[in-house]
């Protein structure tokens, strides 16, 4: 078997370079993920995003790209880049273009293995019932602007990550997700989602869902607090969670487009 | 009387952010002086502010509070809304900020691209955002009308209001009335049919249309030679005005199309530079005015309608007020549209008078040598607001004077040989140098005061270039104005005397407006890409 692989690696080299890495990605350890994970987020992750969502039209994390794409396609695009893009050649060998295959088709895999033990429409009872998610969070329009938008959280990020957050929602806050808390001279305290910081000013949406603006100078104190998100470990049941974790995963609607006439 | 002001002003800006109240946008400015709730204050468009902390007395004191950059080199000509401190303009071509009023710092941005097939005449500009609730409305240069949550700019939802692959294309700020949205189609020096439509706010769905091309069988569709209806332009780019005593919704309506080749379209060409009055529940035309029947010379009636109530040969009247593109400016009972006065208000050549409807009698046409047309295709004014005092009584516009073109049968207009040949450019460069001096008569640009009673001139004040800056008048009767040379002015509002001036360092492509926030009064103008805002030290 191992004499095979070799062979046709070797026929592979002479015949058609860029058919190796698709032979080689089918055949990948934990090991090569995580070597691929590495090399994805020192190489790819700085357009691409952590979750390979940042380019539009490109979704590593929901399997997604421009066009249908093989291994060799792939593989092929990492080396080469593509011209008059600003997607730029790399200098990474075959070896480790197939790892960052490997590891782009896990982050898709890995999304729909989890997504489906849960229940869709028992999530959603939680999310609006029980969870209390919608007094931050908004679906369709719906809910609280407090928290992120999760129109769209399916297609934005993966089911592990969905469930982490439930779970340990201090883990990972994005950073235009932050709380912020000022300290006003009479003492009154304004808690809310950080939306802007600069030298002198800083503004929240409070949490009445206002607007707010304050100057720095004018402040008793002011900064960072944990979010208020709670964790769901011991409020929600295990197929509760894996439920919700099911709704968010299916929410991939960007906005309601109504009928046309 | 002015500390119970300054306290209902103050209890109004601590009633933080309430629900924008259709009640609230009708009243307008003249209820909440703080606010800007509607491109031009209130659904009137006298672009007048009841705020006087900045008067004739310190206007000399101006400083500049803080400037917001765009990310766009396109013409910026949105006219910001303020609401309870929340400033929300349009960086060209889709782009919605929030930003604090008093800092300039933006709280969200909304990111749009339109369509690649979006294509818009003359620039991918667009002239602002409509609120009514907590939700914003922005119409698109690919003709889509979108909802946006405006705490956060989260999308709600987005309507196709017209196919931007046929050539339409929305520039213009929406109008809200009551529980609808409305808004028109631009494009109309191609060959579309314009039309305007209503949207539900809440779901954005199509509620009514009225096209400014009459149909088969439709009252004015025999103005338009054979098929000539179907791709007759028309467009709608400019902002309506709402008369809620009569529940009447007005807009001006665009050129016919093509521009210049009338021989393709014989006949008075209905809607087309026109104010068209509608039911603002069904859409219904009620009445008309056509100012310029049968154009070809691009003479879009796409003013801001201002609405006003004045004295009109001894008796109360409820007239609107329309400095045309044609040169010539007007006088219309706004509840049956008659025509009641309307005199050249810069130098026009191409008609010598009305009939007794107010038909213009037309003496000039495009020849194979060329006919020279006063004014210019760019027009008397264009698209900017002008504004109208209930104070001073007087209406303030923005204008070209002596600017003219040659019309050339079938063919786009040339420009007068000479020095006036600079005038023709729409879209010049920041700030280039412009060769026409206005004390030798030739083209220039005047910001001009009007008493609407006789439609006689009352003062001017000349600038060193053309101008696409509106006019805005405040209730301490200051005039602010400015043009392409990049100078914002603040002038008398009874004399046209210049009280202030700053170099903006762009052209001024939008009329300016006022508000207030923790009981400071600024006033906003875009100069360039950049919303600068101004206030007392």
Request: aromatic share 10%.
């Amino acid at each position: 078997m191992r004499h095979l692989i070799i062979g046709f690696a070797l026929a592979g080299a002479l015949l058609a370079p860029c058919a190796s890495p698709s032979a080689w990605a089918q055949h990948e350890t934990a090991q090569d993920l995580l070597d691929g994970e590495r090399a994805y987020r020192d190489r790819c992750a700085n357009c691409h995003g952590p979750n390979g969502d940042l380019i539009p039209g490109i979704n590593f994390s929901a399997g997604q790209f421009r066009r249908p794409m093989t291994d060799a396609d792939l593989s092929r695009i990492i080396r080469q880049g593509i011209p008059n893009t600003p997607m730029p050649p790399s200098n990474v060998t075959e070896a480790q273009a197939g790892q960052i295959v490997a590891y782009l088709r896990s982050l898709a895999a890995g999304k729909a293995a989890t997504a489906v033990k849960g229940d869709i429409a028992r999530g959603k009872l939680v999310f609006d019932g029980k969870g209390n998610c919608t007094s931050c969070h908004s679906v369709g329009g719906v809910g609280g602007r407090r928290g992120p938008d999760l129109s769209n959280v399916g297609q934005a990020r993966r089911a592990p990550e969905l469930e982490r957050a439930l779970l340990d929602p201090k883990a990972d806050v994005q950073p235009n997700h932050r709380y912020y808390r000022v300290v006003l001279q009479d003492g009154t305290t304004v808690t809310g989602l950080l939306l802007g910081y600069d030298t002198f000013n800083v503004r929240l949406l409070d949490s009445k869902e206002q607007l707010r603006s304050f100057v720095k100078s004018e402040l008793k104190s002011h900064g960072f607090v944990d979010t208020p998100m709670p964790s769901y470990k011991n409020t929600l049941t295990p197929q509760e969670l894996a439920d919700v974790v099911s709704y968010l995963s299916s929410l991939r609607t960007q906005s309601q487009t109504p009928p046309q006439r | 009387m002015k500390v119970k002001l300054v306290i209902v002003v103050l209890l109004a800006a601590a009633s933080l952010q309430a629900q924008v109240t259709y009640d609230r946008i009708l009243a307008g400015v003249d209820k909440e002086p703080q606010n800007w709730l509607s491109y031009s204050g209130t659904p009137k468009n006298q672009r007048y502010s009841p705020l006087t902390q900045i008067t004739p007395a310190n206007v000399k004191n101006l400083q500049q509070a803080w400037i917001w950059q765009a990310r766009s080199l396109e013409k910026y000509q949105a006219t910001p809304i303020v609401v309870d401190g929340v400033l929300y303009t349009v960086e060209a071509p889709n782009n919605v900020v929030a930003l604090d009023a008093a800092t300039g710092r933006p709280f969200w941005q909304f990111n749009y691209t339109p369509a690649p097939e979006a294509r818009a005449c003359c620039g991918r500009v667009n002239r602002g955002v409509a609120i009514l609730g907590n939700t914003l409305y922005l119409g698109t240069l690919d003709a889509h009308l979108i909802a946006l949550d405006a705490k956060t700019g989260q999308q709600l939802w987005k309507s196709q209001v017209a196919v931007a692959k046929s050539g339409y294309s929305i520039t213009h700020n929406p109008t809200v009335v009551k529980d609808k949205v409305l808004v028109g189609t631009g494009g109309g020096d191609g060959p579309i049919r314009g039309y305007i439509a209503a949207f539900d706010a809440k779901t954005g769905v199509e509620v009514w249309r009225f096209y400014t091309i009459p149909g088969p069988g439709e009252p004015g569709n025999e103005t338009w030679a054979g098929e000539s209806w179907k791709t007759g332009g028309v467009g709608v780019w400019n902002a309506g005005a709402y008369d809620p005593e009569t529940n009447l919704v007005f807009f001006g309506t665009g050129n016919p199309a093509p521009d210049w080749d009338g021989s393709t379209r014989r006949g008075d060409n209905l809607y087309s530079d026109s104010v068209v009055a509608l039911d603002a529940d069904t859409g219904k035309l009620k009445w008309h005015y056509q100012f310029t029947p049968h154009d070809e010379l691009d003479y879009d009636s796409t003013q801001v309608p201002v609405l006003a109530d004045i004295q009109w040969q001894g008796k109360p009247r409820k007239v609107m007020l329309w400095a045309n593109r044609n040169g010539v400016m007007y006088v219309l009972d706004r509840v049956t549209g008659e025509f009641l006065k309307g005199k050249p208000y810069v130098k026009a050549n191409w008609l010598d008078g009305f009939d007794a409807k107010g038909r213009p009698n037309r003496v000039k046409f495009p020849s194979k040598e060329g006919t020279p047309i006063y004014p210019h295709v760019h027009g008397g004014t264009n698209w900017a607001p002008p504004s109208f005092s209930p104070r001073t009584g007087l209406f303030y516009v923005a204008t070209w004077e002596n600017s003219g073109t040659l019309a050339v049968e079938g063919q786009f207009p040339r420009a007068i040989p000479g020095p006036n040949t600079r005038q023709t450019t729409m879209g010049a460069t920041n700030l280039v140098p412009f060769y026409n001096d206005p004390d030798t008569g030739e083209a220039y640009g005047v910001v001009r005061a009007y008493d609407p009673q006789t439609l006689d001139q009352k003062w001017e004040f000349k600038l060193g270039d053309i101008t696409w800056g509106g006019t805005f008048v405040t209730a301490s009767d200051l005039v602010f104005s400015g043009g392409r040379d990049g100078y914002f002015l603040a002038l008398d509002a009874k004399t046209g005397a210049l009280l202030w001036k700053a170099n903006v360092g762009g052209q001024i492509n939008a009329a300016a407006m006022s508000y207030m926030v923790n009981g400071k009064q600024y006033i906003a103008i875009n100069a360039g890409s950049a919303l600068f805002a101004y206030a007392l030290p």
